[in-house]
């Protein structure tokens, strides 16, 4: 059974920083890819950024080019994947997500996509 277990959310000021894990298990995860989302207040879920462990590729939205770094690791038989987060917006307030892609075609962006969905942290950004 596959688990996404997200922390690191919480409350910083606009210009801060934050770090994002997802620990996830129950499967081999070397060829999907694994993904960050967010959903805001009234909004749709959306795409933040995204790993392909096969590709070795990383991939963002333009929203958070340059500002946000997903990265992953393995331990015994867990993957961590990392969200860090830099000079941080009110805008980028939101739950966010980590998510599984079991059979990637190509950069998955889309959440119909990935079948696999943690419970979600609240990140949230103070002006």
């Known amino acids: 059974q596959v688990q996404l277990v997200e922390s690191g959310g919480g409350l910083v000021q606009a210009g801060g920083s934050l770090r994002l894990s997802c620990a996830a298990s129950?499967?081999?995860?070397?060829?999907?890819?694994m993904g960050w989302f967010r959903q805001a207040p009234g909004k749709e879920r959306e795409f933040v950024a995204g790993?392909?462990?096969?590709?070795?590729?990383?991939?963002?939205a333009d929203s958070v080019k340059g500002r946000f770094t997903i990265s992953r690791d393995l331990a015994k038989n867990t993957v961590y994947l990392y969200l860090q987060m830099n000079s941080l917006k009110p805008e980028d307030t939101a739950v966010y997500y980590c998510?599984?892609?079991?059979?990637?075609?190509?950069?998955?962006?889309?959440?119909?996509?990935?079948?696999?969905w943690g419970q979600g942290t609240q990140v949230t950004v103070s002006s």
């Open positions: 790993i392909r462990w096969s590709a070795q590729n990383t991939y963002y």
């Open positions: 129950g499967r081999t995860f070397s060829r999907d890819a």
């Open positions: 998510a599984v892609d079991p059979s990637p075609q190509y950069n998955s962006r889309s959440p119909d996509e990935y079948n696999y």
